[in-house]
């Protein structure tokens, strides 16, 4: 089934429920903090176990495990076990979107109105 333009319901706050942009704040804030936000982007483009994740971003192993709980409790990452490792990568690609927007968005020239 096809959808036309007219039958999308713009993006409107007031159209979201609270409950709605209670979690969405939550996320925000999950992904606010600089170590999780170069956890998710190094899971963006592979599975990584939470060795070379550590390894990569010279984090200790335990930090990583940590933030890797809480990412997956929020639905952000996704693991797979793989013998005895787990790989973690993100659960969507909404996850690589929300950040992709954001880096467009602090490297555009910023105007104040006048």
Known sequence: MLVSMQQLKPFSPVTQ????????ADLFRLMGDASRLR?????LSE?????D???R??????????HLRLLRAARVLKAERRGKQMFY??????????IQ????????????DA
Do not use: F, K, N, Q
């Open 17 to 24: 429920s609270e409950e709605a942009l209670a979690h969405v």
């Open 39 to 43: 956890i998710i982007v190094t899971c």
């Open 47 to 51: 599975p990584i176990s939470v060795g």
């Open 89 to 98: 990568t993100a659960c969507d690609d909404h996850i690589e979107c929300v």
């Open 53 to 55: 994740i550590a390894a």
């Open 101 to 112: 927007d954001m880096l467009t968005h602090i490297g555009e020239p910023y105007e104040e």
């Open 57 to 66: 971003l010279d984090l200790s192993p335990s930090l990583v495990s940590h």
